[in-house]
Nanobody, 126 residues
Framework: QVQLVESGGGLVQAGDSLRLSCAAS????????MGWFRQAPGKERDLVAA????????YIDDSLKGRFTISRDNAKNTVYLQMNSLNPEDTAVYYC???????????????????WGKGTQVTVSS
């Protein structure tokens, strides 16, 4: 059973950067694709970025390309989300998830992810 814990969120100003981390315990993430989702108040949880188990392929939401980057360090059992040029529309709870066991594809649907963290709040003030 893989447990995921997100960290790195907080209150920042527009234009700032944050790097979120997702540390896994209780198992290895080596065999899983990893994803970052976010959910703003009153909105659905949406995929932000995802990366395959080996890190060779990744997905970034079109609206976030150029500002967000996903990476992983399997040796550290950790996945990261680098967020630059943040704006108030990025305010949300950010969730880490693991899924797509041994798949070569990047899972894009919530139902493809088996393990979830509890989320970390990111608030961007204008």
């Amino acid at each position: 059973q893989v447990q995921l814990v997100e960290s790195g969120g907080g209150l920042v100003q527009a234009g700032d950067s944050l790097r979120l981390s997702c540390a896994a315990s209780g198992g290895t993430i080596r065999g899983y694709a990893m994803g970052w989702f976010r959910q703003a108040p009153g909105k659905e949880r949406d995929l932000v970025a995802a990366i395959t188990l080996g890190g060779g392929d990744s997905y970034i939401d079109d609206s976030l390309k150029g500002r967000f980057t996903i990476s992983r360090d399997n040796a550290k059992n950790t996945v990261y989300l680098q967020m630059n040029s943040l704006n108030p529309e990025d305010t949300a709870v950010y969730y880490c998830a693991a899924g797509g066991y041994l798949s070569i594809h990047v899972p894009r649907l919530m139902r493809e992810y088996n393990y979830w963290g509890k989320g970390t709040q990111v608030t961007v003030s204008s």
